[in-house]
Each structure stands twice: as C-alpha cells, then as structure tokens.
C-alpha cells in the first residue's frame, strides 16, 4: 500500500435550491470544505467536512485553519493503516466534521488501492438503501404543497421540521397527512419543544390517526431526563440527534433508557465513533437512523456507503445534496429517485 505524501483542503459554496428553514435557523447557502488525500503512489481520496455552529459550535474558517495542521499530523502514514489514522483524527474534537472527512477521504483512497469499493471495506451488508425527503419549516400552504410533491416523486418517507410554533406544526401534520396518506413520517423538532410541548404534539397527532415512525430530538440536545420523559409519555419512538454526538453520549442515552432510536451523523461523530456507535445500539436492541447536515454529493457519498458497509439503518435522511444546487453529481454511487444503488 501507499503513504500519504499530501493533504489539501478547498472551501466551496453551494446554494438550496429554496432557503432551507428549520428550529432556530434558517439557510440560504452551505459552505464545505472538500478534503483531499494524496498518496506517493498518486491516488486521491475524498471526503467532506459540512461544519454546523449550531450543533458542533464549528464554522469553515474553523476548518481551513486546520489544513497545515492535518498535513503535519498525517503525511507518512500508510492509509492500510488507517486505525492509526483514526486514533490520531480522534483527537479533534472541536472539529468531528473534519475528523469525519479526513478519515473518509483516507478510506477512499485505500478502497481505489485495494480495488473495492469504501463500502466493501465497511462490511458490504447490502447494495441498496432509500433516503428520505425533507418538508422544512414554511407557510402551511408551502409545506403541504412540498409534502404533496414529496410524495407523488416517490418518496415513500418524508421528513417533516417543526418546533417553532406547536399549534402550527400540529394544522400542518394534519394537513399533510392529508395529500400523503400512505407514506411513513419522520417528525424532526430540532431540540424546539419543552418536554410538556412535544407530548401535546405527538398526542394530539395520535389523537388524529396519523402514525409517526420517529419522533426525532423534541428537545434540547442536554435535556436527557426531558427526552426520557417524552419517550415514555408519547406513543411514537424517539430519536436522539443533537443529543448523540460521541459514542460517549449514545452509551450515557443507553444507560438513562432515553430514547429508542439514534441518528448517526458522520458530521458529528466521524467514522471511527459511528462504527462504535452501531455497535453500541445494536447490543442495546435500540435502532438506528442515518442522517446528514448540509452535505454536496461528495459529503452525502460518505453516509451512503457507510449506510451499504454496514446496513445498520431503519431509516436514511440523505437528501442534502438533493436541495443543493451542483454543476454535477460526484458520488459513487447510483441515485434513482429516493433508492440509493451501489454502482457495479
């Protein structure tokens, strides 16, 4: 195998194709950093960081800073021993999404060595998964028209945003429910309700005949005790986001019986912690989801083929690159509608 002789970082812009609107923020752009991996023998491996302040506290002038320092820590290291590699990107924890596209980019490059792809090197468990889509937070008119849209493409789930307004958010499931009967629903607070709020939501919907598949992060991402409240006052599953970063946070979410699914975001946790994480989850008999911040095609193409390593995954929210305007598609893989193919 091959030593890593370089490592270069460029930022890049790209815009929603609407502002994308959820709990406490609202964006017009996202702004990544592409990682790239360079090898003596010439081989390039990829990967991107999507920095969130809101969830990581990381911005991507934050990153860029970093790039001399990467080099330093890394050039020389054989990318066939990337446990090494991970032990030493482990150490950035102000930064998990560079933690997450520096290991990445480093297996990507190993998989164009050994001659597989990154999932075959991740387990292999399956070829195909189904993303989600998501109904961000809009007039109610513009959500049930985007659900509506959602729904008619094929998306057999749709990922629904509230949490700034709970008698809103409850008109607009009904709404929905409405023009998407059939479809199976992901209900995303982002950490915007109070425990009392989120039960009112998920009773009142209940209450209505709508099924809710998960209930994702009602509340802010340290409540611990009011997520195990909403868990065990609500008759939907709930999800831990924000609140499951590190594999240290899943095994204390675990140990407080909080929730009963998490959401691994490579962005938060990189890939050496979503594999502890996977783990952790299914020796817990919880379940898990994937989901991602505001990644490109190259950022997305990480969390897939983590998805096809490991086929750990009830439900895939993948659709970043899809609300982003791109020049062009760079993932290794096949996107058909909402599945998401392995390519031969």
């Known amino acids: 195998m091959s030593k890593i002789k370089d490592i270069q970082f460029s930022m890049k812009t790209y815009e929603y194709e609407k502002p994308f609107h959820i709990t406490g923020s609202i964006a017009s752009y996202a702004t990544n950093i592409e ?18 302040f809101r969830v990581n506290g990381e911005k991507p002038e934050m990153i860029m800073a970093l790039e001399s320092f990467a080099k330093e820590m890394l050039t020389g290291i054989d990318v066939a021993e990337y446990r090494k590699i991970f032990q030493v990107t482990d150490k950035l924890l102000a930064t998990p999404s560079l933690k997450a596209a520096t290991q990445y980019a480093v297996l ?22 189904e993303t989600d889509k998501t109904v961000g937070i809009d007039t109610l008119e513009n959500r049930v028209a985007d659900a509506k849209k959602i729904f008619e ?8 945003k509230v949490g700034e307004d709970l008698k809103e958010d409850i008109q607009a499931m009904y709404e929905i429910y409405k023009v998407s009967k059939g479809a199976k629903y992901i209900v995303d607070a982002n950490m915007g309700y109070t425990p009392k709020q989120a039960v009112e939501f998920a009773n009142q919907v209940y209450q209505a005949g709508i099924d809710i598949a998960v209930f994702e992060q009602p509340v802010y991402m340290s409540d611990i005790d009011g997520l195990r409240f909403v868990r065990f006052n609500v008759p939907f599953p709930v999800a831990a986001d924000e609140s499951a970063k590190t594999k240290f946070d899943v095994l204390r979410l675990i140990k407080e019986e909080a ?6 975001k490579l962005m938060k ?14 020796s817990a008999n919880m379940k898990l989801m994937i989901g991602c911040m ?32 791109e020049e062009r598609f760079r993932g290794k893989f096949i996107q058909d509608g909402s599945k998401m193919i392995a390519r031969k």
């Open 153 to 160: 493409a094929g998306f057999k789930t749709i990922k629904i």
């Open 269 to 282: 946790s990189g890939v050496s912690d979503a594999i502890s994480i996977v783990e952790l989850v299914k």
């Open 259 to 264: 929730v009963d699914y998490v959401n691994i």
């Open 35 to 52: 990682v790239k991996v360079m090898l003596e023998n010439g081989v390039e491996g990829y990967g991107e960081a999507s920095p969130s």
């Open 108 to 129: 990507d490059a190993l998989s164009q060595e050994a001659g597989l792809e990154v999932y075959q090197l991740l387990g292999g468990a399956t070829k195909q998964i």
């Open 294 to 325: 505001g990644e490109s095609s190259v950022g997305i193409n990480q969390s897939v083929h983590f998805a096809f390593g490991t086929g750990a995954f009830d439900f895939c929210d993948l659709d970043s690159h899809l609300m982003l305007k």
